[in-house]
T-cell receptor, first 114, second 109 residues
Framework: SQTIHQWPATLVQPVGSPLSLECTVE??????LYWYRQAAGRGLQLLFYSVGIGQISSEVPQNLSASRPQDRQFILSSKKLLLSDSGFYLC?????????????FGEGSRLTVL | GQNIDQPTEMTATEGAIVQINCTYQ??????LFWYQQHAGEAPTFLSYNVLDGLEEKGRFSSFLSRSKGYSYLLLKELQMKDSASYLCAPQDSNYQLIWGAGTKLIIKP
């Protein structure tokens, strides 16, 4: 069966510090991978998605970047965090062309920037 | 533009039935998802509709009318554990999910 894991679960970082969130998927090949952010009381905002190794699409201009060094690994990074980067970050995967293209989410990472 | 409209919050009683409505406008349409999200947790998949009509899955049912840009999620025999946010997410022509802010459902004994 397929599983997805992301870490760390909780992070408190000072403004201006770097960030690295990691996500790995097991049990599937060539998944589409996504990073979302959810602010309190708001909908999910798509940050990045990837259809293959080294292929990253950015949905909104921001202080963040993403990389996909391996087929089932997706990393969200920042060189210098801003207060506005605080939120709940979710990694997800899907396989288009099979069934509904349903998204499966990781456990989430709650980032607080102080 | 793309837009999702759901009630912000609803309250219902344990054992009762509740219907959560969703209207949407998207650039193209490739089906609509409903997800459940408990506080502090990731969303989990509930249902998917691509054709008009009702899809039933246990205590949960979801309805879609593509011509009206309308869907609802029906929850029967409510349990306390159903207290959560319910997210309506249509899929656009690029197969990207468009997310609303969700409906927070509060279940009272």
């Amino acid at each position: 069966s397929q599983t997805i894991h992301q870490w760390p679960a909780t992070l408190v970082q000072p403004v201006g510090s770097p960030l690295s969130l990691e996500c790995t998927v097991e049990g599937t090949s060539n998944p589409n991978l996504y990073w979302y952010r959810q602010a309190a009381g708001r909908g999910l905002q798509l940050l990045f998605y990837s259809v293959g190794i080294g292929q990253i699409s950015s949905e909104v201009p921001q202080n963040l970047s993403a990389s996909r060094p391996q087929d089932r690994q997706f990393i969200l990074s920042s060189k210098k965090l801003l207060l506005s980067d605080s939120g709940f970050y979710l990694c997800a995967w899907s396989v288009l062309g099979t069934g509904s293209g349903e998204l499966f989410f990781g456990e989430g990472s709650r980032l607080t920037v102080l | 533009g793309q837009n999702i409209d759901q009630p912000t919050e609803m309250t219902a009683t344990e054992g009762a039935i509740v219907q959560i409505n969703c209207t949407y406008q998207t650039s193209g349409f490739n089906g609509l998802f409903w997800y459940q999200q408990h506080a502090g947790e990731a969303p989990t998949f509930l249902s998917y509709n691509v054709l008009d009509g009702l899809e039933e899955k246990g205590r949960f049912s979801s309805f879609l009318s593509r011509s009206k840009g309308y869907s609802y999620l029906l929850l029967k025999e409510l349990q306390m554990k159903d207290s959560a946010s319910y997210l309506c997410a249509p899929q656009d022509s690029n197969y990207q999910l468009i997310w609303g802010a969700g409906t927070k459902l509060i279940i009272k004994p």
